[in-house]
């Protein structure tokens, strides 16, 4: 870091309101604050280089948060086009596929009424929806501080300096970042969110709550041949290539014109520091029932992305003096339906209605208690309680019985009780990996380049690019501990775990070296989930670095 005694001082701006992330949560309460008040003055700040450069989700969404933002919207030419048609739920053995009917799943699980979308662009026409209404949106500009004011309370950001050189030296472009001062300020970075987490440490906001719990979600964008294309198709399996004790599923989705999104979901409290999410993802692609679909096809785009996937019990706190958590910086998605923006959408709502009380009240920097102590009453709330077992039921009793409990215990809450209560989670993900010497290596097969790729090839695909001579926006804390731990015991996960090639194991002077290839990182935070140490930290890097995904 550059030399913090002789810095010169940062320039500062006052807002009512400052908004982290540019993601569904973000952008809806944006709108929200000023469909109720064209006077309370909003900024987004966004660390992408554009709105949605940095949103990767499946993604079928639920319309509700829309249709409660938006009345109307389906009027508009938007690019929420494509309905769902056809909704399909499989289990998979190595060579085969055994559908279940649609009339066991719970209700909850249906997809009627559903729109197959890219969220990123989604987003970004709730960009120019929130533009319209006067907000302020500043992307490339990476929040990298929280702001304090003399009581303690959340005061605003900062964005982090630009221009500074590896060795922490100031280089000739050396910009100095911005305070972004506001009476509330609103966290929405998405999943495991580098300044919600400091926040959540700070203020305790854990307390009582079972720890979050995360998946990896890996998604490839192909525009098939016509004749594979099945517009409306929503596809959902889970089994093979993963075993029974390791959780995961995978989605197949055809929209827009010749479109299909194809993803592959690894629950992160995976148990062999051997196995690979991005080569499960790839194996999944050539089971008989998928690969036809990709004949002929081209693979546009790839990415990678964490979930929270603790719902109900793991929602910490939600609010502090100055501020509060929305979206999945708290952790609304739901496990089962793979599905949160809308919930993100509903409480960035919740969030902006208390927010808008306050300065109507008068007041800044105060603690909007109500907004925490309304979400479990709200239709975030009813979404979650219901499928609040799901995940421990599947983590605890492996994914054949798992899911079978877990769609027990959805049916009997669709009537209003539970079985089994309400569930705990147990450890946290990064504590769950056995040492190397309890499990067997895991043999991928090489990729075939038409079906199958490498993940360097895949990551130039998600169109990532950083400044080579900044400071390393991945922080090891203790590199003897990283050898004697996570390669000596764990033989080095980081290699596998990572979805983009960021880490290696080398051998240098006969001494097993560990590097990091920075450029490559697509922001999906594994590392700062899945180190069995929390040895490794995401930070953000310089403003505009990482993916920039056109449309996922």
């Not at 300096?161 to 970042?177: L, W």
């Not at 525009?223 to 029974?244: E, I, M």
């Not at 993900?429 to 010497?437: E, F, G, I, R, V």
């Not at 880490?503 to 920075?518: R, S």
Request: charged share 20%; net charge neutral; glycine share 12%.
């Amino acid at each position: 870091m550059a030399e913090q005694q002789d810095l010169p001082p940062r320039e500062s701006m006052e807002f009512d309101v400052v908004i982290v992330g540019a993601g569904p949560a973000g952008l809806s309460a944006a709108i929200s604050l000023k469909q109720a008040s064209a006077d309370i003055n909003v900024v987004v700040v966004e660390k992408g280089s554009e709105v949605g450069a940095h949103i990767l989700s499946g993604a079928v969404i639920d319309p509700v948060g829309l249709n409660r933002l938006l009345p109307g919207w389906e009027g508009e030419d938007s690019p929420i086009k494509t309905r769902v048609a056809d909704d399909r739920f499989f289990y998979l053995s190595e060579s085969g596929s055994l559908r279940l009917p649609n009339v066991m799943m719970p209700p909850l699980m249906s997809n009627h009424g559903n729109y197959i979308v890219s969220l990123g662009a989604v987003c970004r026409w709730l960009a120019t929806k929130a533009e319209a209404l006067g907000v302020e949106i500043y992307p490339g500009f990476a929040a990298a501080e929280v702001l304090y004011g003399g009581s303690g309370a959340v005061a605003g950001v900062a964005t982090g300096d630009m221009g500074i050189g590896k060795s922490g030296a100031r280089k000739d472009s050396f910009t100095r970042g911005m305070e972004l001062r506001a009476k509330y300020t609103l966290f929405a970075e998405g999943a495991r969110g580098n300044l919600g987490k400091q926040l959540i440490a700070k203020f305790g906001l854990a307390d009582g709550r079972e720890p979050q719990k995360f998946g990896l979600g890996l998604k490839e964008l192909w525009q098939v041949a016509p004749d594979r294309h099945r517009k409306g198709l929503v596809q959902h399996s889970f089994g093979w290539p993963l075993d029974n004790a390791t959780g995961g599923g995978s989605f197949l989705y055809h929209f827009d014109d010749n479109l299909v999104s194809v993803g592959f979901v690894l629950h992160l409290n995976y148990s062999n520091p051997y196995l690979s999410p991005f080569e499960e993802f790839q194996r999944f692609k050539t089971h008989p029932l998928v690969r036809d679909t990709f004949a002929g096809g081209k693979r546009l785009a790839y990415g990678a992305r964490a979930l929270t996937e603790g719902g109900w019990q793991s929602v910490p706190k939600l609010t502090f003096p100055g501020g509060a958590l929305i979206g999945c910086d708290a952790g609304f998605m739901n496990v089962p339906r793979i599905k949160g923006s809308h919930n993100a959408m509903i409480s960035g709502m919740l969030a902006a209605e208390q927010v808008v009380a306050a300065l109507a009240a008068g007041r800044a920097n105060d603690e909007i208690t109500a907004y925490d102590e309304a979400w479990r009453g709200s239709a975030i709330g009813r979404d979650l309680y219901r499928v609040r077992n799901a995940k421990p039921l599947w983590s605890k009793y492996g994914t054949l019985l798992g899911i079978a409990l877990g769609g027990l215990d959805m049916w009997t809450n669709t009537f209003g009780f539970s079985l089994f209560g309400t569930l705990r989670h147990g450890k946290p993900d990064y504590a769950s990996l056995k040492p190397a010497s309890q499990c067997a290596p895991i043999a991928y097969p090489k990729p075939d380049g038409t079906l199958t790729f490498d993940r360097l090839s895949s990551v130039f695909l998600s169109n990532t690019n950083h400044e080579e001579d900044q400071p390393p926006h991945l922080v090891v804390k203790d590199m003897a501990l990283q050898k004697s731990s996570e390669h000596d015991v764990y033989a080095g996960p980081s290699s596998r775990y990572c979805p983009a090639g960021v880490y290696e194991w080398v051998e240098e002077g006969g001494a097993p070296k560990f590097v990091i290839n920075a450029q490559n990182c697509v922001h999906c935070k594994t590392c700062d989930i899945k180190d069995p140490n929390q040895n490794i930290t995401w930070v953000p890097p310089e403003g505009g670095g990482g993916p920039n995904y056109p449309n996922m």
